[in-house]
T-cell receptor, first 111, second 116 residues
């Protein structure tokens, strides 16, 4: 299947700092989704992107659909302790119905 | 927003028994649902695509006779782990595709299975 490379694998930051993570693929995707997963729970949808170049915000979160359609970025501004968790990107190929997941970025926020 | 539920959230069973997990879309109809498996500190691994009214499509390496999927209605898909063994212990998560023009996938809360 498709492989989505997500980086960084883990991050340890101070409360109040901004966070950036990205997801890259060798294939062109039509849809990019970003999720956050807390331990023992299912992933929760944060942001959905459907057009190349699209920039979408959800509170302190901003995500962009890369122009090449092969990558996406997620930024979190002014991090807070409840931002702790694992963030996954997911991409959907044109004409496909399944979503492929990135390897995840584990975020730890130090108060 | 779109809500997906899973039941049970926890199950402990003896080796050799079968376990059924339900996935329901509570406030929308989903013609497509997905079943994933997740090991600790790893990403989600797609097991199968469940389509309402037709047979599920399994990913390579996933035994269809081991993991039975039934998508009998537009709001319910079930995964049955047959003759479960300890190596089947994992976190099983379903998702449902919300059909609003462009597709978005919403996840259930997951089911943790422990086979003794």
């Amino acid at each position: 299947g498709q492989q989505l490379n997500q980086s960084p694998q883990s991050m340890f930051i101070q409360e109040g700092e901004d966070v950036s993570m990205n997801c890259t693929s060798s294939s062109i995707f039509n849809t990019w989704l970003w999720y956050k997963q807390d331990p023992g729970e299912g992933p929760v949808l944060l942001i959905a992107l459907y057009k190349a170049g699209e920039l979408t915000s959800n509170g302190r979160l901003t995500a962009q659909f890369g122009i090449t359609r092969k990558d996406s970025f997620l930024n979190i501004s002014a991090s807070i302790p409840s931002d702790v968790g694992i963030y996954f990107c997911a991409g959907q190929l044109r004409g496909g119905n399944q979503f492929y997941f990135g390897t995840g970025t584990s975020l730890t926020v130090i108060p | 927003g779109a809500v997906v539920s899973q039941h049970p959230s926890w199950v402990i069973c003896k080796s050799g028994t079968s376990v059924k997990i339900e996935c329901r879309s509570l406030d929308f109809q989903a013609t497509t649902m997905f079943w994933y498996r997740q090991f600790p500190k790893q990403s989600l691994m797609l097991m199968a695509t469940s389509n309402e009214g037709s047979k599920a499509t399994y990913e390579q390496g996933v035994e269809k006779d081991k993991f039975l999927i039934n998508h009998a209605s537009l709001t319910l898909s079930t995964l049955t782990v047959t003759s479960a063994h300890p190596e089947d212990s994992s976190f099983y998560i379903c998702s449902a595709v919300y059909p609003a023009g462009v597709e978005t996938q919403y996840f259930g809360p997951g089911t943790r299975l422990l086979v003794l």
